[in-house]
């Protein structure tokens, strides 16, 4: 069975930072492009980043550029969102995503985790 699961949210304040996990099961992702995304209570879930098989490529929604890096160990089948200069705003659920292709392409996803609270107090 193939599960990604996410793990490093927790409470943190403004300004803080956090790791969040993404560790992948059941099949390698080490040929997959790779994501994180985010849903606000009351809002659509938001693309937050990508990351292509080998890591040479990154994307990034605006909001997040400067703040946030994802990086990716295919020896470890693990994706991480390095999260810095946290806002309110920032707080969400956390999923992590993959695609059957190489590199990122929109916002859908064939694999999906079960997400990670992360909550930003002011």
């Known amino acids: 069975q193939v599960q990604l699961v996410e793990s490093g949210g927790g409470l943190v304040q403004a300004g803080g930072s956090l790791r969040l996990s993404c560790a992948a099961s059941?099949?390698?992702?080490?040929?997959?492009?790779m994501g994180w995304f985010r849903q606000a209570p009351g809002k659509a879930r938001e693309f937050v980043a990508a990351?292509?098989?080998?890591?040479?490529?990154?994307d990034y929604v605006d909001s997040a550029k400067g703040r946030f890096t994802i990086s990716r160990d295919n020896a470890k089948n693990t994706i991480y969102l390095q999260m810095n200069s946290l806002k309110p705003e920032d707080t969400a659920v956390y999923y992590c995503?993959?695609?059957?292709?190489?590199?990122?392409?929109?916002?859908?996803?064939?694999?999906w985790g079960q997400g990670t609270q992360v909550t930003v107090s002011s």
């Open positions: 990351i292509s098989w080998s890591g040479s490529s990154t």
């Open positions: 995503a993959a695609q059957y292709s190489s590199s990122w392409y929109g916002t859908s996803a064939a694999f």
């Open positions: 059941g099949r390698s992702f080490s040929t997959n492009a």
